[in-house]
T-cell receptor, first 111, second 113 residues
Framework: KQEVTQIPAALSVPEGENLVLNCSFT??????LQWFRQDPGKGLTSLLL?????REQTSGRLNASLDKSSGRSTLYIAASQPGDSATYLC??????????FGGGTRLMVKP | SQTIHQWPATLVQPVGSPLSLECTVE??????LYWYRQAAGRGLQLLFY??????ISSEVPQNLSASRPQDRQFILSSKKLLLSDSGFYLC????????????FGPGTRLTVT
C-alpha cells in the first residue's frame, strides 16, 4: 500500500532556529512530491514541488530535498519566525492525477 | 493568473437536509478538479476527482456525489446529510498531466447538526 508518513506530528521551536520537517513514503516510483502549508481554518498553500528527477527545490527560506531511494523528503526552514507557525503537509503523486497526503506536522515557532 | 473560488465559506445544516457546495476555477482551461474532506483531527481524504466535463471518479463510498457541469465548475452534493458529513471541504485544481502543482481553494466549513 502506498502511504505517506510525517513525523513528528507536532513540533515547537524558539524563534530563529533552523528546523527540518520529515516526510517518508513507501514506494519510490513517484511522479513528484509537493509540500503545503495550512493555517488554521484555511485552505492549503503550495510551498514547493519536487519532480522525481530532481533532488531539491528552494524558495526563500525554504528548501525541500528528495531522496527517492530511501523514500524520504525533508523541508528545511531557515531562521524560523512566529509567522511560520502552521501545519505543514507533504503529498506524493504516484498515480499522476492524484496526491496522497501525510498526516502533517503542526509547527509552533515561539517568539 | 489562476484563481479558485469556493462557496459558501461556512454552512450549518440539519441532519437530513440537502447539500450543494460549489467550486470554480478561473484563468485556466480543462483543469483536473478535486474534492477533499478534512475531518477534525484527521488527514485529508480525497472524495472525488474529475479530468473533464461529466467525468467523475469517486474514491470512497459515501453519502456524497459530485458533478462537473462546466469545464471550470465542480459541485459537491448530498441528498440527505449525516452528522458524519461535518468537516472542512476543500476543492483543488491542477493542470492536466502528471507533473504540475495542485492548488487549493479556501475551503467550506460544514457543520451538520
Amino acid at each position: 500500500k502506498q502511504e505517506v508518513t510525517q513525523i513528528p506530528a507536532a513540533l515547537s521551536v524558539p524563534e530563529g532556529e533552523n528546523l527540518v520537517l520529515n516526510c517518508s513514503f513507501t514506494d519510490s516510483a513517484i511522479y513528484n512530491l509537493q509540500w503545503f502549508r495550512q493555517d488554521p481554518g484555511k485552505g492549503l498553500t503550495s510551498l514547493l514541488l519536487i519532480q522525481s528527477s530532481q533532488r531539491e527545490q528552494t524558495s526563500g527560506r525554504l528548501n525541500a530535498s528528495l531522496d527517492k531511494s530511501s523514500g524520504r523528503s525533508t523541508l528545511y526552514i531557515a531562521a524560523s519566525q512566529p509567522g511560520d507557525s502552521a501545519t505543514y503537509l507533504c503529498a506524493v503523486s504516484w498515480a499522476g492525477n492524484m496526491l496522497t497526503f501525510g498526516g502533517g506536522t503542526r509547527l509552533m515557532v515561539k517568539p | 493568473s489562476q484563481t479558485i473560488h469556493q462557496w459558501p465559506a461556512t454552512l450549518v445544516q440539519p441532519v437530513g437536509s440537502p447539500l450543494s457546495l460549489e467550486c470554480t476555477v478561473e484563468g485556466t482551461s480543462n483543469p483536473n478538479l478535486y474534492w477533499y474532506r478534512q475531518a477534525a483531527g484527521r488527514g485529508l481524504q480525497l472524495l472525488f476527482y474529475s479530468v473533464g466535463i461529466g467525468q467523475i471518479s469517486s474514491e470512497v463510498p459515501q453519502n456524497l456525489s459530485a458533478s462537473r457541469p462546466q469545464d471550470r465548475q465542480f459541485i459537491l452534493s448530498s441528498k440527505k446529510l449525516l452528522l458524519s458529513d461535518s468537516g472542512f471541504y476543500l476543492c483543488a485544481w491542477r493542470r492536466a498531466g502528471n507533473f504540475y502543482e495542485q492548488y487549493f481553494g479556501p475551503g467550506t466549513r460544514l457543520t451538520v447538526t
